[in-house]
């Protein structure tokens, strides 16, 4: 039973524009979500998180939103680099300290 | 301050063999959190550790197996392997309260 879902497995955005990851839930009780990045061959580092009393967190060029009504939460790059290019997952955490992850989004950027 | 370390970073085995992997946190804290990624999926949750005690198994057979030791350094089990249990075997610590850091990971081969 996924209960974070990523339903875009790719995304290709031209250098300079915005990238938009997608990620959506189905357990009301998440407190707090995380989205990391992930290299070929490494660990994922985490980028950016929001919890559930905000729909908006920045850092950089980095903003999360999210909607809890829709239990939807995005993540925006602007602008995006070829540097962002990377798989991206969106995480969301349940007490106590229970993470569960989405199948991730591969981000192609586009010099 | 040292990050999650994993090791070995690759590990080849035969089909029925028994692997062991083996992860330490980040200094000072004491939970560790067990995630497979195998090819195309995403990071399915295996095991997570905290102060010396199992907390929380996800789906997955009784072969797949873990304990943490006192300086809270933890140790991940697969016995009689099977061929899909190749994998990248992350190994994540939770620092602040919602936070976790994966280590590098490391790949299993099963042959």
């Known amino acids: 039973d996924q209960q974070v879902k990523q339903n875009s497995p790719s995304l290709s955005v031209q250098e300079g524009r915005i990238s938009i990851l997608n990620c959506d839930y189905t357990n009301s009780m998440f407190d707090y979500f995380l989205w990391y990045k992930k290299y070929p061959a490494e660990g994922p580092t985490f980028l950016i998180s929001i919890s559930s009393i905000k729909d908006k967190n920045e850092d950089g060029r980095f903003t999360v939103f999210l909607n809890k009504s829709a239990k939807h939460l995005s993540l925006h790059i602007v602008p995006s680099q070829p540097g962002d290019s990377a798989v991206y997952f969106c995480?969301?955490?349940?007490?106590?300290?229970?993470?569960?992850f989405g199948t991730g989004t591969s981000l192609t950027v586009i010099p | 301050e040292a990050g999650v370390t994993q090791s070995p970073t690759h590990l080849i085995k035969t089909r029925g063999q028994q692997a062991t992997l083996r992860c330490s946190p980040i200094?000072?804290?004491?939970?560790v959190y067990w995630y497979q990624q195998a090819l195309g999926l995403g990071l399915q949750f295996l095991l997570w550790y905290d102060e010396g005690e199992e907390r929380n198994r996800g789906n997955f057979p009784p072969r797949f197996s873990g304990r943490q030791f006192p300086n809270y350094s933890s140790e991940l089990n697969v016995n009689a392997l099977e061929l899909e249990d190749s994998a990248l075997y992350l190994c994540?610590?939770?620092?602040?309260?919602?936070?976790?850091?994966f280590g590098e990971g490391s790949w299993l081969t099963v042959v």
């Open positions: 994540a610590c939770r620092v602040s309260g919602n936070t976790i850091y």
């Open positions: 995480a969301a955490q349940a007490d106590p300290y229970q993470f569960y």
């Open positions: 200094s000072g804290h004491t939970s």
